[in-house]
């Protein structure tokens, strides 16, 4: 065995060695969205993306979705997560019946939304048996303006309490830095939120 694998497999390198397995899968959706974040990855993919609109086609229609499953299902991937490409999930108007779907073959299914459209889909999103994932950039309306092109705020208390478990991602940028220590603290007063994310902008 070379010194590199023997370096691998201590205990601190162990768990990524192992990882010969995907934990999860992804449905991105592609559409318009209710948000304009300038980091956003979807405004890089190709044009003949960004002018797909799926969120009012039934999931039934999409084009070897079943097939998707299936492949998931040989490789014993545990969890699928709907999420936007360009997009926001809570948008999609199936969510709560692909939600039933895709549960129903025996996958732990979660989400990823930007959270302003939470208050009306709480239903949904308490169905996820995995995390429902939120983006939570900053807690300042000026700041969100700048980043995310919207307001007004996710009322982000209500939302943590009233959820079971969920995780939080955060995009750090040069509007919200100096912020994250603090949301940092914020954060770890709700039980729900099981982990966070800090991201970088690879470009900002």
Same mark, same amino acid.
């Given at each position: 065995?070379?010194?590199? =694998?023997?370096?691998?497999?201590?205990?601190?390198?162990?768990?990524?060695?192992?990882?010969?397995?995907?934990? &999860?899968?992804?449905?991105?959706?592609?559409?318009?969205?209710?948000?304009?974040?300038? @980091?956003?990855?979807?405004?890089?993919? %190709?044009?003949? &993306?960004?002018? !797909?609109? !799926?969120?009012?086609?039934?999931?039934?229609?999409?084009?070897?979705?079943? %097939?998707?499953?299936?492949?998931?299902?040989?490789?014993?991937?545990?969890? /699928?997560?709907?999420?936007? +490409?360009?997009?926001?999930?809570?948008? *999609?108007?199936?969510?709560?019946?692909?939600?039933?779907? /895709?549960?129903?073959?025996?996958? =732990? #299914?979660?989400?990823?939304?930007?959270? @302003?459209?939470?208050?009306?889909?709480?239903?949904?999103?308490?169905?996820?048996?995995?995390?429902?994932?939120?983006?939570?950039?900053? =807690?300042?309306?000026?700041?969100? +303006?700048? #980043? $995310?092109?919207?307001?007004? #705020?996710? %009322?982000?208390?209500?939302?943590?309490?009233? /959820?079971?478990?969920? =995780? /939080?991602?955060?995009?750090?940028?040069?509007?919200?830095?100096?912020?994250?220590?603090? $949301?940092?603290?914020?954060?770890?007063?709700?039980?729900?939120? +099981? *982990?966070? +994310?800090?991201?970088?902008?690879?470009? %900002?």
């Amino acid at each position: 065995m070379s010194k590199w =694998r023997n370096k691998l497999l201590r205990p601190e390198f162990e768990k990524n060695w192992n990882r010969s397995a995907p934990s &999860f899968a992804n449905i991105n959706v592609l559409g318009k969205c209710n948000a304009d974040c300038y @980091f956003c990855l979807g405004k890089d993919i %190709d044009p003949v &993306f960004a002018s !797909q609109n !799926q969120m009012r086609d039934h999931f039934s229609e999409w084009s070897r979705f079943e %097939d998707f499953l299936d492949i998931c299902e040989h490789r014993n991937i545990p969890n /699928v997560y709907i999420t936007g +490409q360009n997009t926001d999930a809570l948008m *999609y108007r199936y969510l709560p019946e692909i939600l039933d779907h /895709v549960q129903g073959r025996g996958f =732990r #299914m979660g989400l990823r939304t930007n959270g @302003f459209l939470a208050h009306k889909k709480m239903d949904a999103i308490a169905k996820c048996i995995a995390n429902p994932g939120f983006s939570i950039h900053t =807690r300042d309306f000026d700041t969100q +303006q700048l #980043m $995310m092109g919207k307001s007004p #705020m996710p %009322d982000w208390e209500r939302i943590l309490t009233e /959820v079971d478990h969920c =995780r /939080v991602s955060i995009v750090a940028s040069r509007y919200n830095i100096a912020e994250i220590p603090e $949301m940092l603290q914020w954060l770890g007063k709700f039980p729900s939120v +099981q *982990y966070v +994310q800090v991201r970088r902008i690879c470009t %900002d």
